[in-house]
Nanobody, 120 residues
Framework: EVQLVESGGGLVQPGGSLRLSCAAS????????MTWVRQAPGKGLEWVSS????????SYADSVKGRFTISRDNAKNTLYLQLNSLKTEDTAIYYC?????????????RRQGTQVTVSS
């Protein structure tokens, strides 16, 4: 069974930083693309970033480019997202996903995610 457990969120002031983690199990982590998505209050899911299986190719939404960095440790089956220069509009629940999900059909109802709140 695929299990993805996010952690590392919290309350941070604008301009601050956080590092999110996603512990993966139940599948061959090192062979899959991995993705971060987020859901802001009252809004739909938004794709944030993806990384290839080797970790040497990444892509970012324009809204986070230059501020967020995705990375992975295949030896630890763990995905990361470094969030720098945080803005209030980054406030959201962040989820990791196996592969590159179809945002339109991705179901997070049973997922906990990790809450990031950016506020002064």
């Amino acid at each position: 069974e695929v299990q993805l457990v996010e952690s590392g969120g919290g309350l941070v002031q604008p301009g601050g930083s956080l590092r999110l983690s996603c512990a993966a199990s139940g599948f061959a982590f090192s062979t899959y693309y991995m993705t971060w998505v987020r859901q802001a209050p009252g809004k739909g899911l938004e794709w944030v970033s993806s990384i290839n299986s080797l970790g040497d190719s990444t892509s970012y939404a324009d809204s986070v480019k230059g501020r967020f960095t995705i990375s992975r440790d295949n030896a630890k089956n763990t995905l990361y997202l470094q969030l720098n220069s945080l803005k209030t509009e980054d406030t959201a629940i962040y989820y990791c996903a196996k592969d590159i999900p179809n945002i339109a059909t991705m179901d997070v109802d049973r997922r906990q995610g990790t809450q990031v709140t950016v506020s002064s």
